[in-house]
């Protein structure tokens, strides 16, 4: 516009435009990749399977499965549905998780 090079009208659209412009979004994205895949990726598949197959016999706290995995007893079903997705630890993939009479959770 100083230099007349640009004409005023084009300017002032322009400047319109950019005002209406949002200037910074957010990504929209989910967050990340669901806990599950963290932490089999994180202590690796093998390892991962024994602490819940250790879990699962009562050879494994639940205190030592939090230590290991590093996660809460609630997301452990997550963890041994994506480890065994045709449900082959036992009949089903489920870790059974039960209230322990001192508030943390133990396996029955």
């Avoid at 516009?1 to 300017?11: D, E, F, G, R, Y």
């Avoid at 967050?31 to 690796?44: D, K, Y």
């Amino acid at each position: 516009m100083a230099l007349q090079k640009v004409p005023t009208s084009l300017c002032r659209q322009k400047r319109r435009a950019w005002q209406q412009r949002p200037w910074f979004t957010f990504p929209q994205g989910g967050g990340g990749p669901p806990i599950e895949v963290r932490v089999v990726s994180s202590v690796g598949r093998p390892f991962a399977s024994l602490v819940l197959e250790g879990y699962q016999r009562n050879a494994v706290s639940s205190a030592d499965v939090v230590d290991y995995l590093g996660v809460q007893l609630k997301h452990l079903n997550k963890i041994a549905g994506h480890l065994w997705p045709d449900g082959s630890l036992g009949s089903t993939a489920q870790i059974a998780v039960q209230p322990h009479c001192c508030g943390l959770e133990r396996r029955a």
